[in-house]
């Protein structure tokens, strides 16, 4: 979204002194001004140049927070994809879905991600600035309020090194980066017998059927269920196409022709205003859970006779795909499709 001229005024009167946004931002470097141990990190806007330990960090997006956490840094400010919450985070644990717990100190928010407040940025006085590839319009500006660098969410692992890189951390990406790949190995062996006995799975987006999305394969909800040994099931003209490269929107009626899945997993979601902090998994999950088992169609899939369909927040998966969401994720895994 374009920045309004207000906007533009409200940025050079805070900075003291503003030039015009570059036309190409992705030629852009940005250099701090301690100019002692200076890194170049490579993002999805091009190269910005950090120096020293950054102390003020905005993050945008709840896979850059991840990351961050991960490498026991705290920021300062934080925009989530979604508006939870409205206000400073000034209780984190309660008002940070997932990650509010490991968040030691009270937070700005900076509005939604993808449409930050450049105000809010500002008034945090960033040293340093982690967008995501949604923000490549503004980057010119984030610019010159503080080395920025804009990552590609569907890359968590890309994503973490770039992070470290920046944030003077780069030892500790090795032994996340391990432990992780551990705990999938531990996982895919206690899987084994559930895979062994019901292999093909089916994984849908939905908020209330009304909609229902295929996703890509190389998502991390949808790769992490292959990585444990899960045949995925897909619409048979697109077996053979390209759905790994874009998620497929389908009608409810298409569902019988993706029966042959022993079980489904539906990953819901509800962005609705309101009070969604307050057991976040039931809100997320009550409707699409309350659509499922109304609907004549979700009910006639062997999968649902079966009792094997199962509900799991989109949020976790899709918001957090690093190191922390993919133990969140796969203990929601383990707790649901292990049970007797």
Not at 130 to 140: A, K, L
Not at 218 to 241: A, R
Not at 310 to 326: E, K, N, R, S
């Amino acid at each position: 979204m374009l920045l309004s001229v207000r906007f533009l005024v409200v940025v050079a009167i805070a900075l003291g002194a503003i030039s015009s946004c570059q036309s190409k931002a992705n030629e852009q470097e940005v250099a701090t001004s301690n100019r002692t141990d200076c890194r170049t990190i490579e993002h999805e806007a091009g190269k910005t140049e950090v120096c020293g330990q950054p102390q003020r960090i905005v993050v945008l997006s709840p896979g850059i927070l991840e990351s961050l956490l991960a490498l026991g840094v705290q920021p300062v400010a934080y925009g989530d994809l979604v508006a939870f919450h409205h206000g400073d985070y000034d209780n984190p644990r309660e008002q940070i879905p997932y990650l509010g717990s490991l968040v030691t100190q009270p937070v700005a928010n900076v509005g939604q991600a993808w449409e930050p407040s450049i105000e809010a940025i500002v008034k945090a006085q960033p040293d340093l600035i982690i967008g995501v590839s949604s923000n490549r319009q503004i980057y010119g500006t984030l610019s010159q309020i503080a080395p920025s660098i804009l990552l590609d969410v569907t890359e968590p692992e890309i994503n973490l090194r770039a992070i470290s890189q920046a944030v003077n951390r780069s030892q500790q990406t090795e032994q996340l980066l391990k432990e992780t790949e551990q705990r999938i190995a531990t996982a895919r062996k206690t899987f084994a017998p559930v895979v062994a006995q019901n292999p093909k799975l089916l994984l849908l987006y939905s908020g209330q059927l009304k909609q229902i999305i295929l996703g890509t394969y190389d998502e991390p909800c949808y790769s992490l269920p292959q990585e444990l040994g899960f045949q995925l099931v897909s619409l048979p003209e697109l077996e053979n196409s390209k759905l790994n490269s874009r998620s497929t929107t389908i009608s409810i009626e298409k569902l019988p022709q993706l029966n042959d899945a022993n079980s489904v997993i539906v990953l819901g979601y509800n962005w609705g205003k309101g009070k969604q902090l307050n057991n976040f998994d039931r809100n997320q999950l009550s409707k699409i859970k309350q659509a499922w088992q109304e609907n004549e169609i979700a009910q006639s899939l062997d999968a649902s006779k079966a009792g094997r369909v199962y509900f799991i927040p989109l949020y976790l998966c899709g918001g957090l795909p690093g190191a922390i969401g993919t133990e969140l994720y796969l203990d929601e895994l383990e707790q649901q499709l292990l049970s007797p």
